[in-house]
T-cell receptor, first 114, second 113 residues
Framework: AAGVIQSPRHLIKEKRETATLKCYPI?????VYWYQQGPGQDPQFLIS???????DKGSIPDRFSAQQFSDYHSELNMSSLELGDSALYFC?????????????FGQGTRLTVV | KQEVTQIPAALSVPEGENLVLNCSFT??????LQWFRQDPGKGLTSLLL?????REQTSGRLNASLDKSSGRSTLYIAASQPGDSATYLC????????????FGTGTRLKVLA
């Protein structure tokens, strides 16, 4: 079965550079979520999109932006990178179906800022 | 605001022991609760998903229970093995506001051979 695909799997950037992370949800899933997991931390919710519209926003820095495209894939754009942005970034997808839904997670993108 | 806590934060046990990991959440308005395993530097592996209408789920040596009214879930691991060493995360699918998972603080498990 198709899973959530994230690319790239690993990314190394220098401070003040820009990074773009991509997420391809499971086919027919209409909602995408982004999470950030710092070293030794639990995953923290950043932002979510439903039907290409932002549906919720968590602790996402102003330097970050994201969008969901017409094919439902999503991109997380991170500018003016800081050392503290080094983390594992997860994407998840779901079908909005009240009461029965769950989210499926990708394998993550490991971003290292040097 | 939903908060998810896991106890203990770390656990070290000899091989063969049965063990219990605890997860508590402050808002009982959840659709489901999921237990994940995470190896160092790796992604999340889903272990068990319990819907809010269910009391428990079992998979092999793993059994997860859910008591929504008291805001608690436990993950029971029978006959632990060194290969079980990992961080275990619980996450609740919240119904308050918009849909998303809220993760617990994790339990780092080490099973000694």
């Amino acid at each position: 079965a198709a899973g959530v695909i994230q690319s790239p799997r690993h990314l190394i950037k220098e401070k003040r550079e820009t990074a773009t992370l991509k997420c391809y949800p499971i086919p027919r899933h209409d909602t995408v979520y982004w999470y950030q997991q710092g070293p030794g931390q639990d995953p923290q919710f950043l932002i979510s999109f439903y039907e290409k519209m932002q549906s919720d926003k968590g602790s996402i820095p102003d330097r970050f932006s994201a969008q969901q495209f017409s094919d439902y894939h999503s991109e997380l754009n991170m500018s003016s990178l800081e050392l503290g942005d080094s983390a594992l970034y997860f994407c998840a997808s779901s079908i909005r179906d009240r009461g029965q839904s769950e989210a499926f997670f990708g394998q993550g993108t490991r971003l290292t800022v040097v | 605001k939903q908060e998810v806590t896991q106890i203990p934060a770390a656990l070290s046990v000899p091989e063969g022991e049965n063990l219990v990991l605890n997860c508590s959440f402050t808002d009982s308005a959840i659709y489901n609760l999921q237990w994940f395993r995470q190896d160092p530097g790796k992604g999340l592996t889903s272990l068990l998903l319990i819907q809010s209408s269910q009391r428990e789920q079992t998979s092999g040596r793993l059994n997860a229970s859910l008591d929504k009214s008291s805001g608690r879930s436990t993950l029971y691991i029978a006959a632990s093995q060194p290969g079980d060493s990992a961080t275990y995360l619980c996450a609740v699918w919240t119904t308050s506001g918009t849909y998303k998972y809220i993760f617990g603080t994790g339990t780092r498990l080490k099973v000694l051979a």
